[in-house]
């Protein structure tokens, strides 16, 4: 087994059993990443243009990680001071709060690690593409601290909203599948045939895992009674 299949049979593994769903799904087409210049004949360029992406890298970093210090349930809203905090809230107040602030916190937390990991494929395919030499390997290097602060800060992500209630979950889960979908597709423009058809079937099964989260997020959402709760 080659890492590409190694790779494969991870993703694959990290995918719910496939749901039944009556939508159809759409062809996949295959996508580069347009932040990076992978012509080899202009390799000025593409040395400039990942460059410039590792620092983007460093600076999506910084912001999750401030965004991660901040402690939701030290925070109010609407009437839930009165109420003693967020801890005190009732069920309903609770889930209505999830759905109206936790739920978009995680999404946005989750949304900048998959924006890495985009930027992160697409460095990898460049750099596999560079003239061997001192700046391919210190690339190479600056690229796999850029994995560890990656895997480093979904730990994270995952810690803080991983364990909050049903609407959050649905709503982090249908976000860090999504972005497997888009490193997916940075996948196919390198692939071979055989290739192609295999990741197209995983990104097909997310598609409709996606869906599945989706629908499950918008199925709780919480009613005016619940919203009621914070008056």
Same mark, same amino acid.
């Given at each position: 087994? +080659?890492?590409?299949?190694?790779?494969l049979?991870?993703?694959?593994?990290?995918?719910?059993?496939?749901?039944? =769903?009556?939508?159809?799904?759409a062809? =996949?087409?295959?996508?580069?990443?347009?932040?990076?210049?992978?012509?080899?004949?202009?390799?000025? /360029?593409?040395?400039?243009?990942? /460059?410039?992406?590792?620092?983007?890298?460093?600076?999506?970093? @910084?912001?999750?990680?401030?965004?991660?210090? !901040?402690?939701? +349930?030290?925070?109010?809203?609407?009437? %839930?001071?009165?109420?003693?905090?967020?801890?005190?809230?009732?069920?309903?107040?609770?889930?209505?709060?999830?759905? #109206?602030?936790?739920?978009?916190?995680?999404?946005k937390?989750? %949304?900048?690690?998959?924006?890495?990991g985009?930027?992160? %494929?697409?460095?990898?395919?460049?750099?596999?593409?560079?003239?061997?030499?001192?700046?391919?390997?210190?690339?190479?290097?600056? !690229?796999?601290?850029?994995k560890?602060?990656?895997?480093s800060?979904?730990?994270?992500? +995952?810690? &803080?909203?991983? #364990?909050? @209630?049903?609407? =959050?979950?649905?709503?982090?889960?249908?976000?860090? #599948?999504?972005?497997?979908?888009?490193?997916l &597709?940075?996948?196919?423009?390198?692939?071979?045939?055989?290739?192609?058809?295999? $990741?197209k079937?995983? $990104?097909?099964?997310? #598609?409709?895992? =996606?869906?599945? /989260?989706?629908?499950?997020y918008? +199925?709780?959402?919480?009613? &005016?009674?619940?919203?009621?709760?914070?008056?």
């Amino acid at each position: 087994m +080659d890492k590409f299949e190694k790779w494969l049979e991870v993703i694959n593994e990290e995918l719910n059993p496939t749901p039944t =769903v009556s939508e159809p799904i759409a062809s =996949v087409e295959p996508t580069v990443s347009s932040d990076v210049n992978i012509e080899t004949g202009n390799r000025t /360029d593409m040395i400039s243009d990942i /460059d410039h992406i590792m620092t983007s890298l460093e600076t999506l970093a @910084g912001e999750l990680t401030e965004d991660l210090s !901040l402690n939701e +349930d030290s925070l109010d809203v609407a009437g %839930a001071a009165a109420l003693g905090g967020i801890a005190a809230l009732g069920v309903g107040a609770k889930k209505f709060y999830d759905w #109206k602030v936790t739920a978009p916190k995680a999404r946005k937390a989750q %949304a900048k690690v998959n924006a890495m990991g985009v930027k992160i %494929a697409g460095v990898k395919n460049s750099i596999a593409s560079a003239e061997a030499g001192k700046k391919k390997d210190a690339m190479s290097a600056k !690229l796999e601290v850029a994995k560890e602060t990656m895997t480093s800060l979904q730990t994270q992500v +995952d810690d &803080k909203y991983g #364990k909050k @209630g049903s609407v =959050v979950k649905n709503a982090l889960s249908a976000e860090k #599948k999504a972005g497997k979908m888009e490193i997916l &597709k940075i996948t196919l423009g390198e692939a071979s045939p055989s290739q192609k058809k295999a $990741i197209k079937d995983q $990104i097909n099964k997310l #598609k409709l895992a =996606v869906a599945e /989260d989706e629908r499950a997020y918008n +199925d709780s959402k919480p009613g &005016k009674e619940d919203e009621a709760e914070l008056q």
